[in-house]
């Protein structure tokens, strides 16, 4: 079995910052993509930031140049740093993983969910 966990949601004013991060635990022989989704009330979840096993970048436009995603391959996990928080940026946030336990194939893995709320 496989569990992703999330920590370090919470509470933040606008303009403030907050690092999340998500490990990845259980019979992992290789972990691939990394990923941070998020979904706001009344909306469908959207991809924020994706990370290769090599450590190439991805961001949403929405979220370029304030948040960062990285990763410590040593400890599976993966964090995204966030910046310049706006109320917007409300949303529970999940992490998703591509793992391959046995066998041949990755299969996806998400986190339980963390959530994030901007206001002052």
């Known amino acids: 079995q496989v569990l992703l966990v999330e920590s370090g949601g919470g509470l933040v004013q606008p303009g403030g910052s907050l690092g999340l991060s998500c490990a990845a635990s259980?019979?992992?022989?290789?972990?691939?993509?990394m990923n941070w989704y998020r979904q706001a009330p009344g909306k469908q979840r959207e991809l924020v930031a994706t990370?290769?096993?090599?450590?190439?970048?991805n961001y949403a436009d929405s979220v370029k140049g304030r948040f960062t995603i990285s990763r410590d391959n040593a400890k599976n996990t993966v964090y995204l740093q966030m910046n310049s928080l706006k109320p917007e940026d409300t949303a529970v946030y999940y992490c998703?993983?591509?793992?391959?336990?046995?066998?041949?194939?990755?299969?996806?893995?998400w986190g339980q969910g963390t959530q994030v709320t901007v206001s002052s």
């Open positions: 998703n993983a591509e793992i391959l336990t046995s066998g041949i194939y990755y299969f996806n893995y």
């Open positions: 259980g019979s992992i022989f290789s972990i691939n993509g």
């Open positions: 990370i290769t096993n090599d450590g190439t970048t």
